[in-house]
């Protein structure tokens, strides 16, 4: 016979079975993956993970994006010159789609994980009005279609190849995929237990 | 809360979305558990999981096969006929010197779709006909890592707006691909909504558990 607390149960991010929690290094008894391992420093790697991410995000968005070369004259756009030249032309739904993919969903996910990351050891969250489980799992949902901008202009750069008009990725292309890419990374990073040890006291 | 043993644990379980504690309660085939705080789906059932698993999964593979093959669009544009497939997409960018994006590119729309399609059958393949206790466990372990960068269904919308930004500029058609790149992620949705992961860590519990018996 086992007697334990309720809030020792722990989920396995893995595979979602439901563990004991003691203490230093656990183990998921169903897939044997360990869970969030690293007792020392918690948050620290979400933290790096965030903040490359971060700085990435800033060439993303100071260098052009999409090169059109039209008779060996480039003209280059960045992310926000493009949403605003599609808004100029009255494609308002393809403009708002690429401003909430490039610019709203990246700086929405920076702005919950940065909160996510504080409120779990300062007392800045402690209104149980928000529920933090549910604000990470949002992120979570919304963080990959951030890359719909990459794609569209991988899927430019690959239809308009031609000898006069050529359309090229540019520069901001790597940043913005790297600051996805971290993005997505941080997240995973994130230790969701932290949320419950830290509402408990 | 008092348990016999370790084994109990696998009575409860965790909500996904907020983390509230249930206990499992035996369902029917083709019913579902939801959340008493949330109402998420907590757990489906169905008795049919891998002969469901592996139609669907081999669909999919079909119809990912059909969407690589063939152009996903081609357009006219100066009278010049383009065509893209999902192969071009990354190549291109590796041709212009993009090798960091091409390569996340290829790995998001090209290597983890085809991955976690095979992986998918290998799944219910062992799950059929109650083999691979050990293998089994490792390929849930890896579709678990993998899923969230497979992106065909994001892909997808990208290659509307796209369009939509070439429409006044180009004529355009809409290839065979195109089709089957929507099937395989309407499939691939409808695989991941029904067939959630910790459904189908239960099926397999169950299927080995009794087997050990």
């Known amino acids: 016979m ?27 008894r169903r897939c044997q993956s360990s869970i969030y391992k690293h007792t020392k420093f918690r948050t620290e790697k979400s933290w790096a993970y ?13 260098y052009p994006m999409l090169i059109t070369s039209q008779f060996g004259h480039q003209e280059g756009s960045t992310i926000l010159g493009g949403v605003i030249l599609l808004w100029e032309h009255g494609s308002y739904p393809i403009a708002m789609v690429i401003f909430f993919a490039s610019i709203m969903i990246p700086i929405l996910k920076f702005m919950i994980l940065i909160y996510l990351l504080i409120s779990v ?33 991988a899927i430019l750069a690959g239809l308009i190849h031609m000898a006069n008009i050529q359309i090229l990725a540019g520069t901001a292309s790597t940043a913005f995929v790297l600051s996805v890419f971290f993005t997505l990374l941080s997240a995973h990073a994130f230790d969701e237990q932290l949320i419950k040890e830290y509402d408990r006291g | 809360m008092k348990l016999k043993n370790e084994e109990e644990l696998d009575d409860l379980i965790i909500c996904k979305k907020c983390f509230t504690l249930h206990k499992k309660v035996p369902i029917k085939s083709g019913t579902k558990a939801l959340c008493s705080k949330c109402d998420a789906v907590l757990y489906k059932y169905n008795k049919d999981l891998p002969k469901k698993g592996l139609a669907l999964s081999i669909t999919a593979l079909i119809f990912l096969l059909l969407a690589n093959r063939f152009p996903i669009v081609s357009i006219d544009i100066l009278g010049h006929e383009q065509y893209l497939t999902i192969t071009k997409t990354f190549l291109t960018l590796f041709e212009s ?18 991955l976690i399609t095979i992986l998918y059958i290998m799944i219910f393949l062992l799950l059929y006909f109650k083999i691979g206790d050990k293998l089994s466990k490792k390929i849930l372990v890896l579709i678990s890592h993998i899923e969230p960068w497979s992106m065909s269904e994001i892909f997808l919308v990208s290659i509307l707006v796209a369009l939509v930004k070439l429409i006044g500029y180009a004529q355009i058609h809409m290839g065979i691909s195109f089709g089957a790149l929507i ?31």
């Open chain 1, 2 to 28: 086992i007697e334990i607390d309720e809030q020792d149960l722990i989920r396995c991010p893995v595979c979602e079975a439901v563990n004991i929690n003691k203490g230093k290094h656990n183990i998921c």
């Open chain 1, 50 to 62: 965030l903040i490359t991410a971060m700085i990435a995000y800033i060439p993303a968005n100071l």
């Open chain 1, 121 to 153: 050891k300062y007392p800045l969250g402690k209104d149980k009005k928000i529920n933090k489980h549910k604000l990470f799992y949002l992120t979570e949902l919304i963080g990959p279609w951030s890359m719909i901008d990459v794609f569209v202009v």
């Open chain 2, 97 to 114: 010197g993009f090798f960091i994006v091409g390569f996340i590119v290829m790995f998001l729309i090209f290597i983890f779709p085809f």
């Open chain 2, 183 to 213: 099937a395989y992620v309407l499939v691939d949705i409808y695989i991941g909504s029904s067939m959630k992961l910790p459904e189908i860590w239960m099926y397999r519990d169950k299927v080995f558990d009794d087997r050990n018996r």
